[in-house]
């Protein structure tokens, strides 16, 4: 489990992130929703080591890394797929797929997970090709890969359906309801895309100007209002 205590946040002066606190539960998928500017990004960047926290803590099962460095976490478990996708553009599928390994040695570092290419065979057809020449929902879907290559217990996705055509949206939530159907990760999903994370939630958290505002079941999202709360 997650635990996110308290966390506060600044760039210069301005206060991002005020007192955030909530729980990302194992075989269970979490959608952080909220608008433009919000601090999703900053939230989960804290949470990844990559800009460092100025008050609160954040543990992963049981233990404080609020103070470990990025590549720490990802040790521990942790794998972040970013607002953007940020895969290698130049670099062949296959081995943007290897970099994804940089956690283990030996054997396990030099060969892709079977399994990456059952979740996600187009990136099996495409393993030769370059990364940049893919399209924006298979650049998707190979960042994802690359994150669950290295076999993470908690997987943080920031939009992964922002500027991805409905049917490769599909698939990408498919793959999420499964992965938390197996019972063995956590999941934490930051969405703007409403029905997406409405379908996937199994828990949710609205956040506005830097504070989780709302927060319920994901069966409740509905009668709670939600989808007013986060229409563009
Ligand atoms: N590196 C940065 N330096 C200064 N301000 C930033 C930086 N990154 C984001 N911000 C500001 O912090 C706020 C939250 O941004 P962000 O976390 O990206 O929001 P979201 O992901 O919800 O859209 C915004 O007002 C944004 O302009
Ligand atoms: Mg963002």
Not at 76 to 91: H, K, S
Not at 112 to 123: G, N, T
Not at 150 to 177: A, M, N, W, Y
Not at 193 to 204: G, I, P, R, S, T
């Amino acid at each position: 489990m997650l635990q996110v205590n308290e966390l506060n946040q600044y760039y210069g002066g301005s206060h991002i992130l005020r007192g955030v606190s909530f729980e990302v539960r194992v075989g269970e998928v979490t959608c952080l929703l909220g608008r433009n500017g919000v601090g999703k990004t900053t939230l989960l960047k804290s949470l990844m080591g990559l800009v460092p926290v100025k008050g609160g803590s954040v543990s992963w099962q049981g233990k404080t890394i609020t103070q470990r460095k990025p590549h720490q976490r990802v040790q521990a478990g942790i794998a972040y797929v970013p607002q953007g996708r940020e895969i290698f553009p130049r670099l062949t599928v296959e081995e943007n797929l290897l970099m994804g390994l940089s956690r283990f040695s030996g054997r396990e570092a030099k060969a892709v997970p079977d399994e990456i290419y059952q979740l996600f065979p187009v990136l099996k057809e495409m393993k030769l090709r370059r990364g940049g020449d893919l399209s924006g929902g298979q650049q998707q879907q190979l960042a994802i890969g690359r994150a669950l290559a290295c076999k993470p217990q908690l997987l943080i996705l920031d939009e992964p359906t922002e500027g991805i055509q409905p049917s490769i949206i599909k698939e990408i939530g498919q793959v999420i309801r499964h992965l938390a159907g197996r019972g063995d990760m956590a999941i934490l999903l930051v969405e703007q895309f409403y029905d997406f994370a409405a379908e996937l939630a199994d828990q949710y958290l609205v956040m506005s100007r830097g504070e989780i505002v709302q927060r319920g079941h994901g069966s409740a999202m509905e009668q709670e209002g939600v989808r007013g709360l986060v229409a563009i």
